[in-house]
């Protein structure tokens, strides 16, 4: 059988406050986006930069810490794989999204940059996602419970906490 590899790495920004939910069996599973840029010059000597938008999923503990630490402007980095979900919306339409699924996650950042007070806001507005189902590990849909979001996190995380 032929080897393959479904692997991502990204270094970017947090674009908006990370969604935390618990599935009915109490899986957790956290969702953000982070914005990527690039710079290049054009043959004309024109200096260009883009941006691109990736939405992150997290699972259980990884989920949990993602929920506690992260915010909008945080830098991360995160490491994981694609996945293309595929499902039908209201209008009966075939929808999809492609994910990146991490099973790691660092921040690069020092905790006073980032949050709500800093960084860099990029106004994306996510469009109304409350169509897209929710699945588990078994690709099992679920229909997710949400819980309230920690607005400030007391405790510190210690190494136990710590996935990596």
């Known amino acids: 059988m032929a080897r393959s590899l479904n692997k991502v790495e990204l270094i970017g920004n947090i674009t908006k406050d990370v969604e935390l939910k618990y599935t009915p069996t109490g899986a957790a599973v956290c969702s953000f986006s ?3 840029n690039r710079q290049w010059t054009t043959d004309s000597g024109e200096k260009k930069e883009d941006a691109e938008f990736h939405r992150i999923v997290a699972w259980n503990k990884l989920a949990e810490l993602c929920g506690q630490l992260l915010a909008k402007g945080r830098k991360v980095y995160v490491e994981g794989r694609l996945q293309t979900r595929k499902w039908t919306g209201q209008d009966g339409v075939d929808k999809y999204m492609t994910e990146v699924i991490i099973n790691d996650m660092i921040i690069l950042d020092s ?5 709500t007070t800093g960084g860099d806001d990029y106004g994306v507005s996510d469009k109304d996602l409350s169509d897209i189902p929710v699945y588990d590990e078994n690709k099992t849909k679920v229909e997710p419970k949400v819980t309230a979001k920690e607005e400030n996190v007391t405790s510190e995380a210690t190494d136990d ?3 990596f």
């Open 34 to 36: 982070i914005a990527t």
């Open 161 to 163: 906490d710590i996935p």
């Open 111 to 115: 905790r006073g940059s980032g949050g």
